[in-house]
């Protein structure tokens, strides 16, 4: 008599396995339905790499450089190695910053480290000994960085860099905390066993990072369970083919949002998440009675959907409305 395991349910256990080095952990998933694992590996990974957002330095204005291509007497690195070595900095901020300006000013010969910057309440920098510059003689270096809050979606990322003043240097921000990613699987039998590698840059542990991402993941695969097709047909269509994320979709009147801003939004017609993420900051700022407060407001709502300022969606509001 033949045993028919294709019914067999499975409730994986997940655990964590072992512990590698500095923010590295190997998580294990047991037992997982033949087949499966490597389709929850692959997610699990694609999550981690593109959904989290993070702490980065988006622009730095170093005293007496003009642009990128200067050099500077006395030091050994030039200006486009140091850009390149102060995006490696790692920087953990507390939930109610979004953006904050670091000072960092020595006057002495040697190797100038993160851990010069100066720190206040909220701010972390985790990897304090990652070199910036290396000072040949003894000399003043100093420098302005601006920290910023977003996600990694491309080059410079989506989120919009103003460079106000002369000598402001564009950083091409690392937002993702996740370093490093890799799934294996094992072979029971009659099931799979999932191990999962996760190292992070410090920000953020690993099993919280694998939550997260896990946590966007459903909430992206949720919008399929109750998928309907619209009564004229159009309108679905076009959103299938547009590959819009559904959470752009989302009205703003479905946002904690407090009154003013909702009612400044709802003036300027901006109906979904999708109107807002296309707003630079100057752009929101010139809407009437929209402040500073209120702006902070919409831009934490914008990170806690894993979202962010300056996005071009090409028609947009065409695709939503059908029109």
């Known amino acids: 008599?033949?045993?028919?395991?294709?019914?067999?349910?499975?409730?994986?256990?997940?655990?964590?396995?072992?512990?590698?080095?500095?923010?590295g952990y190997k998580i294990q998933v047991s037992p997982v339905e033949k087949g499966m694992a490597h389709i929850l590996g692959n997610s699990i990974r694609r999550f981690l790499l593109s959904s989290l957002s993070g702490a980065s330095i988006i622009k730095v204005n170093i005293d007496g450089v003009l642009h990128e291509y200067s050099t500077l007497e006395d030091v050994k690195e030039d200006v486009v190695e140091i850009v390149s070595n102060l995006k490696?900095?790692?920087?953990?901020l507390d939930k109610n910053v979004s953006k904050v300006e670091l000072e960092l000013s020595v006057t002495k010969s040697g190797v100038v480290t993160a851990g010069d910057f100066k720190t206040t309440q909220g701010i972390e920098i985790i990897n304090k000994d990652q070199p910036i510059?290396?000072?040949?003689?003894?000399?003043?270096?100093?420098?302005?960085?601006?920290?910023?809050?977003?996600?990694?979606?491309?080059?410079?990322?989506?989120?919009p860099t103003e460079l106000e003043k002369v000598g402001d240097i564009a950083v091409d921000s690392d937002f993702n905390p996740i370093k490093r990613v890799a799934f294996e699987?094992?072979?029971?039998?009659?099931?799979?066993?999932?191990?999962?590698?996760?190292?992070?840059?410090?920000t953020i542990e690993p099993l919280v990072a694998v939550?997260?991402?896990?946590?966007?993941?459903?909430?992206?695969?949720?919008?399929?369970?109750?998928?309907?097709?619209?009564?004229n047909g159009k309108t679905g269509d076009a959103l299938l083919d547009s590959n819009i994320d559904p959470i752009l979709l989302k009205p703003i009147d479905?946002?904690?949002?407090?009154?003013?801003?909702?009612?400044?939004l709802r003036a300027e017609n901006i109906k979904y998440l999708g109107d807002l993420v296309q707003y630079s900051e100057s752009q929101l700022m010139k809407i009437p009675n929209l402040g500073k407060k209120s702006l902070n407001e919409i831009?934490?709502?914008?990170?806690?959907?894993?979202?962010?300022?300056?996005?071009?969606i090409d028609n947009f509001r065409e695709l939503v409305e059908g029109k």
């Not at 008599?1 to 500095?22: C, H, R, Y």
């Not at 490696?88 to 953990?92: D, G, L, N, P």
């Open 133 to 159: 510059a290396t000072l040949t003689n003894e000399r003043e270096f100093s420098l302005t960085a601006t920290v910023s809050v977003g996600r990694n979606v491309g080059i410079l990322s989506a989120l």
């Open 88 to 92: 490696k900095v790692a920087i953990k």
């Open 299 to 312: 831009k934490q709502i914008l990170i806690d959907n894993n979202l962010s300022l300056g996005v071009q």
């Open 254 to 264: 479905d946002l904690e949002l407090t009154v003013r801003s909702s009612n400044c």
């Open 211 to 231: 939550t997260k991402a896990l946590e966007y993941f459903c909430e992206q695969i949720s919008v399929f369970v109750s998928l309907r097709v619209p009564s």
């Open 1 to 23: 008599m033949s045993n028919n395991n294709s019914n067999q349910e499975f409730v994986p256990n997940i655990q964590l396995k072992e512990e590698l080095g500095a923010f």
């Open 185 to 202: 699987i094992f072979d029971n039998g009659t099931n799979e066993t999932l191990e999962v590698f996760v190292k992070t840059n410090g």
